[in-house]
Structures are given as C-alpha cells and as structure tokens.
C-alpha cells in the first residue's frame, strides 16, 4: 500500500522517473555504499541467505553422489539421452542474456534506465551462466576426461570433433563468461574506489583497495575507463546473439524431429532474452523493497523491463507457432506425429502449461497499469522462469521420447537426484547473488552520479568527468 | 585522506604477476620433464634375473624367435617358458647364481615374474606378427635390443608414436627377410623402397590409420 | 599370458582393493555353527584351515558369503569401487603408470600359441537330445559356442539356450563341494557310505536300489547301467522330465503298435500343418527343422517361391507368428479339429463358413501336395491327436517322404507314468538307494505327487547336480555335476546321430560327470575317457583302425554315419474319438521360451532375454487374449504411444491349486485360455534366479501335465514388468514391407528420393562391408541376440535397469503387430545400421565414433565421453550406454566373482561406466580374418567373416559379406527387387538393409488370416 503510493509520487514527476528527486552525488554514494559498507543487513537477507545455503549443500549433495555412483543415478534412458542436465543448462543460459544485453546492447543505445539494474544484471549473468556451465560437465559420461572437448596438442594426436555442435558449445559458453567477467569487473572499479575511501575498516579498505587497482578518478583513468568499456560493450555485443544461438545449434544439427529446425536460433535468442529480463524482476523486485532502493531502481526501471518481456515473448510464442504450422505443412510423418504428441501425448499437460506461462500470460503486460503493478509484475515474472523452463523440458523431452522407431519408444521421469541438482544450482545461484549485494556495490554508483548529471543539467555530455 | 597502499604496492602488485609467470613456466617445464620419466624409457627395470639380451643375442646370436616364438604367428610375441632357458641352461652355467631363480622355477614348477618393459594400454590391440609379416622389423619398436645387457624401453608408445608409421610406413619399412637383422643398415633410398615395399604388399595407410585397427 | 580386461582396468585393480576383507571366524565359533548346523558359513575345510587367500576366494565364490544380489551392501560396495574409479579417472593425467608383470609357462602346453584360439568340436545335450557345437577357447578358457556344420542337428547354426550354456558353465552359484545334510564330507567318506549300501544290496539282487533320471541318449551310460544291471538285476531306472513327450511316443504307439520317434524333412515340404506344435523353436532338432523350413520360404529372383504355413494353436508360439494363415483355439478343442481334419481328408471336404472354411480350404491345400505336406501335432496335445496326426500324414503318403519313423533317441517310457511309480515306491518304504542325477524333480514334478517330500522317506538319496537347487535340499547328498563342457561324454541328436563330448576345461568346481560317477559305482577306476572310448571300440567304431577314427570323429564332433535309420511302419487307423473339449478357462503350460524348464533360470542372459511376443524379460506371465482380458477386467492399452509395464496380479486356480502372477495381453492368444510357462518360481535358482516370476508347477499336476480347466481372478495388486519394447505399431513407417508371394517383382512405385549430401561422398574401393536381413525368415527366436550377448562381452543389467529402459543389447528383435484380436506379427532384427550418412558421427564432440574406410562406423570406447548425444541423434537407437558400471552389476557378477571373467573374449573391450557402445558388425572378427587374409596376400574371402548373429541364426535370415565383391551372397541379396533400408528418406544410407516379408496365403481362403 504505502510502497504503491510511493512509486505513483516517484512517478508523477516528469515522464520517465529514473532516480529519486532528493538525491545528490554524496547521497547516491552513501545510500548504495552504506548497504555495503555500515548498513545492518535486514532479516530478509539472512533469510534468504540461510535458503540459498540450503540449496548449495543439496547441489554438493547432488554431486558428490553423481560422481560417486555415474550418472545412472538420474531418469536419463535410451532414448532419452537427454534429461534434466541439458535442460536446466539451456535454461540457465538463457537467464544468464539480459546482463550482456542490458550492460551492451542498452549501453551503446544509449537507454539511460539500464544504468542502476545494469550491475545486477551483470552479476546474475555471471552466476547464471556458472550454474549453466556445470551441467555440460557433470552429464558425461566420464567427467575425468572432460578436457577432450578442448583443442590441445596431445600425444593421441587427436583433435576434438570440430563439426560437432558441442564442441562450438564450449567455445561459446567459456568465451561469453570470460567477457561477461571481464566486462562486469571493469565496470565496478570506480565504485570499488570510492568504496576504499569511504571505508573505516582496515581489512576493507585494503580488499576494496586491492580489486580497485589503484583507481584514483583522474581524468586519465576516467579517459581510459570509459573507451575500454565501450569497446568491451562492442566486444560482448554479438555475444548476446551468438552464444544463445549456438546453444540452439546443439538440437538444431541433429536430425530428431522437433529439434531440427531452422528457426532455432532466433527464437531461443528470444527466449534467453526473454527469461533473462524475467529473472532481473524477481531479483530486483524484493531487493528494492527490502533495501528501500524505489528512488533508485524506480517503477519506470520496472516498466521498461516489462516491455522488453512483453515483446520478446511475443517472439518467442511466434516461435511455437511456426514449429506448429511447420510440423503440419511439411507433412513429414515424424514432425506431424512429433507435434500430435506434444499435444496429446503423454506430456500434453507440460505442453499446454507452457503454452499457457509464454503464450497467455505475458498478454497481460500490455496494460500499463499491469506493468506497473508490482504484484503483478513478480508473479508474471515467476510464471516466465517457469514457462521457460517448460519450454525447454518439452523441446529435450518429448522430441526424443517417441523419435523414429516406434519399437524403441519410451518414457523419461526425472529422479530425486535429478530434481535435487535442479535446486541445488538454484541455491548456488542465490547464494552468489546474496552475497553480492551484501559485499559489493549492487547498483553503479558512478553511473548513477553521470545520470543525476544528465538529469540536474539536462542532456548528457558523453564522457564527462564525475568527481567522488 | 590517507592512501591505502603506498607506493610500493605498484612494485608488489608487478612482482607477483611476474612470480605467477615463472611458477606456471616451471610447472609446464616440470611437466614436459615429467613425461619419459613416467614412461621409464631407457630405465631398465629390476627382473628375477638379470637377463642380457646383448650376451644372448649379440655375442651368442641367438635368433628373436628362438625365445619369443609367437612373434610371427600370434598377437603376442610371448615370453619364453622357463623350460626354454633350461635347453641349454641344464648343461652350461649349471652352478652360476645368477641362473638359480630360474632352476627354481623349473624345478619347482614356479613361473617366473618378469617386470612388463614394453606395453600398450589393454585397449590397444597389438597383433606382433601382422608388423613382421609387413616387414616391421623387431628393432623399429623395440630399439636395438641386441645392444642391451639390462633390456629397457626406447619408446614411450604413446598413440602419436604409432601413428607415426601406420601414417607414412614407407619410411620404417624393411624387407619381410631384414625383419630381425639387428645390423640392417637403413638404406639411403628408405623412402623409395618403403613405397615398392608398400606396394607389394598392398599396404594401404587409409585402412590401417582406421581407428578400429587398434581399438575395438 | 595376458588377457584383455577393461577399458580402465588401474580403476578395477583399485577397486578390488578397496574391497572390504571378509571376516575371519575363530574356530570356535565355527564349531558352534556347525552345531547350530547352519549351512550359511561355511563351505570348505580350507576354511578352518582359515588360509586368507582361500576364504577371500571363497567369500568372492560363494553367494551367501557376498550380500544378496540386489542388497544393500552389494550397492554400497558398488559405490565405494565407482568412487574409487572415478577418483582415478580424475588422476588418470598425472598417474604414474604402474608396472605390470609377465608370468610365462614353465612347460609351455604343446601346439598352444597364446593369443591365437582354437575351436573344439563337441555336443551339448538339452532333454537328451545333441546339438553339435564348436567351442572357441582362448588359453585354455572356451569363450564362445558356435554351432557344428557337421553336426545334423545344427548345421552351423544354435538356438539361444545352446548360446547360453556356456555361462551355465561359469555360473558361479554352481555347488562347489560334496555335502551330507548341507555338511561338507570328503569324497572318500561318501563312497564309503554308497559303497557299503549298494554291498547291502547285493542280497537283494538290488531290489531298494533306484535311478531318477532325466532322458539322456548316452551310449556309454546306456552301457554302464546294463553293466550295473547285471550286477543288480531288480535295480530300476525312473524317468523324468518337466518337458517331456509322453504322447509322442504314445501316439506312435497307438499308430504303430510301438514307440518310434519321428523325424521331419521340412526340406521336402511344400504345406505344413501344425496342429499345436512350435517345431520351430521347440523340441528335438528345431533348429535343424526351422533351417530347412527357412529353405523352403527363401524368396529370391531365381526362385520367386514359398511353402506355405497352417498353424492351429492353443497358445502364441513363435512357429505361429510364422503362419500364412493361423487359428486359434482351446487346447482342448485341438482334438476334435484334427478329427475333423482327418475326416475331412479321408472323405474328401465339405466347404462351409467359419472354422470349416479354413479346415476344408488347408485340407485341399494338403489333398493338393501328397507327399510333400507335413501335419504335425505338438507334444502338449494328447496322444489321440498324434495317433490322428500320424493317420493324416499316412493318407496324405508322407510317411517315409516328408515324415520319417525312427527308434526312439531316448527312453520312450512314459515320464508321468514313471515318476508316479517312483513315487509310490518312495512312499512304501520300497527304496533303499536313491540316485537323482541332474534335472530338478523337487521342483517340477507334479505336484499332486508330492514327490520332494517323497524323497525323504528314501533309505538314502543322492543328488548329482550342477547346483544345489530344490532337490539338493532334500536330498541327503548332494554331489557337485561336471558341466558337459568338463566332462567325456557321448549323446544322440534328434536323427540318432551320436556325437562325442570332450571337456574343454578342468571341472572348475571339482564335479564329477555321471559317467565317472557310475563308473565309481561299478568300483571301475579308469578315466572317464577311456570309459567313453571303449564304449564306441566296442560298438565297433572304425573297423580296426580306431584311433585314427577316433580322433578323427572327435576333431569332427560327430560319428560318422550314426544317424538311426528310418522303420518301415504300417499303420492301424485311430477310433473316432468324441470331442472331449470342455468348456469356460483353460491353463496352458508351456517351457519358457528363455529359462526352459527352470534349467536356466540362473543364467542372466537368457533372463535378460526378451520372451517372443511379449518382449518382457526377468518375469514369466499369464498370457491372455485381449477379449479374455476385457472379461477379466483387464486394462492395459497396448494401444498407447508407451505402454508402460504396470502389470495386474491375477490368481491363477487349477484343480483346487492356486498361484499368483502377472497378467499381460498377447495378441493372437485364443480366448478363454491362460499360457503360463515353467521355469520361474524358483526358491533355490541362485544370486540371478530366485524369486524370479511366478511357479507354474505349483499348479501343475499328473493329470493336468500340458492344459486342464481352470479359472482366473484379478487380485487388484499390480506389478511391473520389465518391457524392452512399448509401442507395438509401425505408424506407417514402413518398419517392415509385407506382401504377398504372388506379387514378387511387382515393386509398388516409390517416389525416388533425391539424395543430397554436404559433404562429398566417398569412395569405397576397399572391402564395403554390409548386411542384409530377411523378414521373412525371422522367426524371432532371439538367437542371434544371445550370440551377440556371448561373442561381444555384453553386460546384463538386471530387471530394475531394463524398466529404466536401459538394455544393453547390440542386436533387438522389434516385434510389431497389426492388430488385436487377429493379428499379423513382423519380427525385424535390428543392429546397428553402419550408415555411410551416420548422424551420430557427426555430433561426437571428441570423435569416438567416426567412419572407417570400408564404411564401417566406429565406436571407440577409450575416446568416449559419454555426451550421449550420438544415441539421442540415431534415428534407429541402436546404440547402449553405461549407465553404471555395468561390469561390477549384480546382473553380472563380475568383480565379485572371478570365475565368469574366464568367459570374456578377450578381442573385445570390456566396456567401463559412461561410455556408449554398439554393434561393430563383429569388426574383430573381420580383423582377423584380414590380418589372416593380409598374411597370405590374398583379398578376404567371401563367407570367411561370419557375424556371430549371423552364425547363430537357425534359419539364416541374416546374410554378412562384402558388398564389393560381385560374387558375394551379399552382393545379390543387395540386388534382390525388393531389398530396402530403415526410413530411406532420412538419407542416412545404412548398410544393413531388409528383405520384405512375403506371406503366402491361399488363395482360396483370402478372408481368413
């Protein structure tokens, strides 16, 4: 109630509401630094703390026992190869995209509300994509030997498989984290100085110092900084495309009706983006009530956000649309049957709930006041981690249950250890994320500064120099 | 306000990306360094009883075959039976110690254990005799044995060492009667005479670089 | 000399050493054990002796020493070894390679080369009858049985029992040591007590002394006992066998005034009628008898022609999946059918609808083919209907073309009759000596005998057995059996032909063969061999120059001209017999099609067999029609995209005598009859066996040995079984082109597929191996399967890993049907299709499975991964995963016991945990054959590479060669009009292709299927 009243006065002044009226340079320093550096965590961070440690020791649980046993221990069967692991990997990617999207795309677009949402995101990315990193791992067959999949001159004399899409997998993923890394670590620098200075504690001044690399805010390194994370924006930009669209590559290639689709690419782009923006709401949405940051991550941040979610899961439910259309006009026997299955088979009801999370519901976003509802806003955005979810359970699942001989059909369930691997990943994942925003400034102090610039002096003067 | 670091720290921070580098040389160094020492080239390894291949197959002559009779028939050149060495150990150097394990074994009917010098891994299929049937000859692999008076590995046979041949084999290849002539002299026209060598006997390098040559 | 062992064999030799010690048990307790009398402890007295290495040997021997198979220690066990496995999975990088030793001979064996197998002929006895094999053994381990072309009753070719006899063998829960009441004694003290008891006899002219065997066509044993006849005049022989063919001989008798055995020349055969038998699969010479039927049924250009199949059955056999046109009904109503038949064909027909329209239309077809017609009646069916059966074929003039009369191979007395004696002589105190060789009558005799009980009331029983199974426990001796492959024997086949037995391996487990058993008896302290020997000099083998036909008839493995002769016979016609079918439920007992009489309810891999039609392993059902089913209230809908195994429970009643088992559907089944088959139900099997299924003899009694009445009631419980098929349809995906005989050469227009490649196509200059299948000849006996199973290391995974759809058979048999109530069966073996297009090499991440240059598709299990991508990307899924470490999994028994290691062929990897594999078209095979070939500067031979599948195949429907080689069979089968490959249109352009599969129905009877 309150909090709504409080965004609709954010709100009311001028159009687009991007920062609280009251705040100054040392304001924005100290309220974002102080949730680091004196602020007293709220209960609902150690809350949540206490869940995400949970999930973590189930994901070593998870672990430990896979490694132990073989991944025998999972429902994965002939035919389905292909279980829980391939699908909790693609969705994690997919969520790891709006932090590359946000910090590049947005950036060299110049979308002023990216600043402030554009560190967590990063940061969720970067999580995200580990998490995502770990299953392609752990679904060997004999994770020993992993390093194959690289290209290293050995005494084998053997070379990975180049025409073999898992193996573009790996260059893909690792290329996309190391740039993410080095991209969302270039960009807090300057907070990290300005942290150092304000800190009273020995032991944090020297860790902040030590990451901050000897950052003093001349104009030198303000000069340096700014080109660096341009071209680094550059650099990471057709990552956005690639990395998802290789992903998609890895069913696209093979020949399994429902996988072998030319639309692929572009639609799980999409869907990345898509789930991605979703995940940036449930995190961002509790973080700003309970660290009181709605002056600073304000209902327009929300808002765009959910345009954004709105139009790429209207992408995404062309998509579903065209594998219909496609399966019904190639009157190949094995795609109709495909798609016939998927509807009426044995996971229908999986189907129709997907259907129902990123065909249905993301319609209601076109009301403004939905998209301003913050209610309406973090259950949509649940409804989308788990419509994606689906979405990518359904591709893995019923497209190799029931493929080409009808003699070697059969069924996949998911075992307590899958399910539990499942968890455990998202417990690492809240685990980092926690633990960042209690550690490490969780929106871009400077960048804020250079927006209230912006907004105090009305345009923007590209790289102008913002003193601590 | 006071500085965190002082500027020493600049020099610190340089040292230690310095000393990350030199460690990671080392361990690449120590790595490559590593290698043959696992693989034991060139360690002769202890054996119940220090056979010399020189003494027996230089100074005596005694032909490969006489011992390793499965050579030319069979995957496994095989280790001769102890009752191989009593043919003529029963009549000379009767009373030498050295001789004393394998009398043992004969007469205790005890194998011997010898310690494995050459070996592939168990999923390499190795057949000897199809190598000196195409004129692989014993010393290409093994090194000049007769040279030996404790036997040890020339090679670490590692996959890249047999692709080496089964590649370009016209460079090892001898005449199928120079197989186990330890003289051989490696003529200077190796390259012409591998390729007629080849051609007589239909070896065909698309068919023998088949993974399924070695692995099943 | 070394063996091939597993992929990471340094993470096996960890794991035996994280192996727990067994622990040590003082003397003391040991006597308080023995007091307490439990078996359970000990086994030896090397125990007491309490030597390490001997009680490690044994806890790893013996099954009650290690955990139950499925239990919770041996899982933990299990993980530990993985653990540690993958711990060094992990070092492998950085591991110092350890030093490995080399133990040469002392007194190398003559003429043994190591490395280099040799093949043995011998015969390996099932119900008494031969079946000639050649055993290939490596150092002195037989490794593999291929079937005898010498040898009549096989021509070459093995039914999927034969294969698994060899692991019968090695079956580490064979019985180890000779007991009294579960008690060690030693040799001596048994003779002794035997001894002094036959003395006793002696008086008597050995009126108490009595012999319970199974039937057995040994000549020398034959002679044994006449020798110990003469010494014990009253002595008496007792028969018994659970799948015995008491009407055969009945019948006969009936028709011929005396017991003959008939003998059938398929060959000659252009209509075949079977009045309930499955010849093809069942019985004396079946293999022989689906080879020459398959002769009969090859259609190729130069003979576009087939014989034609009646089957009238009680049951869905694997003969009747065979059928042109087939019948289903009661057991009981078979008899008034083939009376109606034997009418029909001595007073000429009479055409109506229904039935008669069938029998009336079969009859002329017989009428049309006098002497080349076959009618031939299962042994299931009463000797009335074999008594009709032989008149028919007397009228038809088949006797002595198509149908040949023979004396009898074994003892024609009738089994139920003797057993029933035995019996009543136990209960009257009449038997002093007891001997029970072989077979398991505590378990499978029938029931209303009460005949394990019986044994007790014995003066004293002896048990010569492979384990100590039912019959064991109630006998007070137990004496360990030599497997046939130990011991020197000699046997019969169906035709007569004799064959002599050599051993091929010490008896592992110190048994004695049956021969130097009674030898022992008769105080005869030869050899076995030369026992067997002398049998044949004296039967006046090789006029003179014996020993050089002796060795030669054994480097042979068959006697030369043995065969019986065929009998005059004249023939009494039959009475006309009054339908005595009854009405409501009948059971009909069948042998299982996997596990037989129980015989081989131990053996993994025939448990892991999946049984024809209802391709369900680890359990025997109750089979029903699906009209039956909906009356009981059945619901399964097999109709489903995955039919899921949840079976119902139903309460099986005969004669007052109820059991318990899983129900399931079989299309083509007749209504208002159950087929349950024997085997299962055991209680003393072993590790594998126990507690498998449900026990059919427990129902089964003297009058209703083969079917009675009987009702059946659902008890609402549900079990699961274990299915490696779910979905029976092609769903047009033209699996398997069926078409009718007359339409050869008519190929219905395909649209020409346009074949595009992105890469360029290769050449194949070389050899261009490839295979071809004819569906018209599967019988879907899974033969070839076993085979595989035998000749390629394959792991059994157990029921639980098989219902997680895990079987890790290279080669299936898909079976699919047309419809419910009346329908058509395909078999289609399936291995894997060597694609010159393969989709799975493509998406190999570390190439470990790519193209060599003959076209053959690799798989190397060292490089793999275990991505699994490549068995997600095969349109055929042929290819199996390690899910686990199937090598150390209780369906093997691997790790914990040595011994089954003796079995493995050590040309093939032995295939670690996370690794993909596939059939390899036997490469090792052709490996060998081209070092051989190589070595002779000679290209490889037509017909010199055989796949194991393709050797083992009865009827030959499997055809392997060169494809290059314009005059390989191959190459012409390639050719055949009709020839068609898996799903042409996905391009993936296999190299094993399929022949369609012709039926040839009559025309006159086109409506009836």
Redesign the interface.
Known sequence: MSQALHDKEIADIGTEQLIGAEHSNSSLTSKIGDIVLKQPSPKQWFVSLGFALLGLSGLLVAIAWL??????IW?????V??GFAIINFVWWIGIGHAGTLISAILLLMRQRWRTSINRLAETMTLFAVMCAGMFPLL????????Y??FPYPNALG????F?????WD?FAVSTYFTVSLVFWYVGLIPDLASLRDRAKKRIVQVAMGFLALGWRGSASHWYRYESAYLLLAGLSTPLVVSVHSIVSLDFA????PGWHTTIFPPYFVAGAVYSGFAMVLTIVIPLRAWYKLRDLITIDHLDWMARITLVTGLIVFYGYLTEIFYAWYSGN?FES?MMA?RMT??YSAFYWSLIFCNGIAPQILWWRAARRNIIVLFVMSLIVNIGMWLERFIIVITS????????????YTPTFWDILLYVGTIGFFLTGMVLFVRLLPAIPIAEMKHLLHQKLHGHAHASEEVKA | MPQVFSAKSNVLARATFLIAGLMLLVIILAGMY?TPY???TGVA?DQPTPFSHKHHAKELGIDCRYCH??AE????A???????CMTCHSQIWTNSPLLLPVQE??LK????????VN?V???V?F?H??HI??GVSCFTCHGDVTEMNLTFKTNAFEMLYCLDCHRNPEEFLRPTDEVFNANYETPPNQEDLGRQLMEK??I?T??I?????C?? | ??T????N?ADETKGASEMPRPKRISIGELRERLKSGDPGVWRSLEEIADDDEVKAFLDQEFPRHTAPWMGEMDRRQF?RL??AS?AL??L?G????P??????????PENL????PKFYATALTLGGYATGVLVESHEGRPTKLDGNPEHPASLGSTNALTQAMILELYDPDRSQSLTRDGKYVTPAEFEADVKARLRRQLATGGEGIRFLLPSGSSPTIERLFARLQERYPQLRRHYWDAVHRDSVYEGARLSFGRPLEPVYRFDRADVVVSLDADFLFEGPGSVRYARDFADRRRVRKDAPTMNRLYVVESTMSVTGGMADHRLSMRPSEVEAFAEALRSAIRDGVSGEGGQNAFLSAMAQDLLANPGASIVIAGENQPAAVHALVNEINALLDNHGSTVQWIEPVVNPESRLESIRELTADLQDGKVELLFVFGGNPAYDAPVDLQFDEAIRRAGLSVRLGLNEDETSAHCRYHIPLAHELESWGDARAFDGTASIQQPLIEPLFNGRSVVTFLAMLLGDERHEREIVKETWQLAGLGEGAFEDVWSATLAKGVVPNSAFAPQEVSLNPFPAVASRASSGLEVRFKPDPTVYDGRFTNSPWLQELPKPFLQATWDNVMMVSPRTAEGLGIEIDLG???V?GAAPIAELTVGGRKVTGAVWIVPGHPDDTVTVTLGYGREKAGRVGTGTGFNACAVRSHEASWFAPASLALTGEKTQLALT?????????G?VHEMEVGKYGHKEHHAAHEEMNLYPDREYD?NKWAMVIDTTLCTGCNACVAACVAENNIATVGKD?VI???EMHWI?I?R?FDDLDNPRYAH?P?PCMQCENA?CE??????AT?H???G?N?M??????????C???C???V???????YTLYPGTWDEETPVTKLLRNP???VR?????EKC?YC??RI?AAR?RA??E?RPIRDGEVVTACQAACPTQAIVFGNWNDPNARVAAEKAEPHHYV??EE?NARPRTGYLPKFRNPNPAMKEAR
């Open positions: 490694l132990y046993e073989g991944i025998g429902g994965v069967n002939i035919p190869g292909w679904h060997l067959g004999r994770p020993g030997v992993f194959w999949l053997m070379w990975p498989n025409r073999s899409p898992l193996v790996v290639v093979s020949i399994i026997v049957f299955n088979g044995p190799l249950h029931a493929d080409f001989m009808p003699s070697s059909w059969d069924m | 590593m696992t693989h034991r390894l009779t499965g028939e069979a995957p496994y095989g280790i001769p039976a102890t009752e191989v074994s004969y009917n005890i194998p011997l254990r010898w310690n494995k070996k891994p168990d999923f299929y057949d005799s199809i049937d195409r006997h239909a065909d698309k068919q670089e088949d993974c399924w040559v692995h099943r | 000399m070394e091939r062992q597993n992929v064999r993980l993985a653990g993958l999975a992990g492998a950085c591991r110092i390679r030093i490995k030793e080399i133990v040469p001979y002392v007194k190398a080369v190591p490395g280099i489903a995209v995955v899921g098929q779910h979905h029976y349809s092609m769903e047009n995906r699996v070389g890993e997680r759809s895990r299936r898909d699919y289609v399936v989709p493509v998406v190999c991440p570390v190439a790519a060599d240059n003959e053959l690799m190397v299990y060292n490089r793999c991964v275990g991505t699994r991508y068995s997600n990307n349109p055929y899924k290819r199996r995963f390690n899910f686990y470490k040309n093939v990897t670690g945990r996370g690794v993909m390899t490469v090792q490996s070092r190589k070595k500067d898996l799903m996905l």
